[in-house]
């Protein structure tokens, strides 16, 4: 008899096992939404959520408050087209105003910069993979720009309209002409993030145009186009957008969005 209750006791030490684990697991849980406090109701709202995960010392804060974002509805390209070049703003912002660290804006830029270049990855056909719309379109990063993330938003969004994308990252005046004289680009995308870039990247443009000959639409977008009210007629650019979708339109590319409304 002793036996069997002892049998008895320990088969059931497992069961126990498990739901104190479950009822710890689940305490955790509710305890971690508290402190996360109540969802954001508003787009600047989940902008300042986010810019708190993308700093927190945890690694994976970010991701946590992504998911819920999309759990809320907000599809995943909006994140990447309109939320994440918003949080970069925001993240600048704090560090001008002194109101995040050198330190913890650094980390949150290269966490959010590594979001861009993964779902970049996962969105780049293919080698040999046959591209929607046939068009190619080059993405210049050029080597005095220190802020690097818009470009690879932009190169995102112009995959997702069916672009093929080429990025030319830090290269010189030389091997930029090169890189543009040697394919068919339908446009050339410079990014341009301060306005003490704009002269510089000026010098940069005026070299394409005097040792180029049938240059692509050359478009400027970045921080320095709502800074700078003149910032075409000063780069010598075709055009000046604020988005992928008006660069799209004034450059005549095609898109594969069912919808093409300036933002």
Known sequence: MKKEVSRDLSDMVPEKSSRIRFLAESALRVLAESRQGELPSTRDGWVERLCSSLMSEAETSHHRTISMMIANGIPSGEIVERYIPAVAKRLGELWVKDDASFVDVTLAAGRLQGLVRARAEINTPAPGRTIPLGQTVLIVLPEFEDHSLGAFVAADQFRRHGQWVHMAIGLSASELLHEIMERDFAMVGFTCGTEKSVDML??????????????????????????????????????????????????????????????
């Open 202 to 263: 000026g010098e940069l443009i005026d070299y394409l145009r005097m040792n180029g000959e049938g240059l692509p639409s050359l478009v400027v977008g970045g921080q320095a186009v709502g800074l700078v009210s003149d910032v075409a007629q000063r780069l010598g650019v075709d055009h000046a957008v604020g988005s992928t979708r008006e660069a799209i339109e004034r450059c005549g590319l095609a898109t594969v969005a069912e919808s093409l409304s300036i933002d």
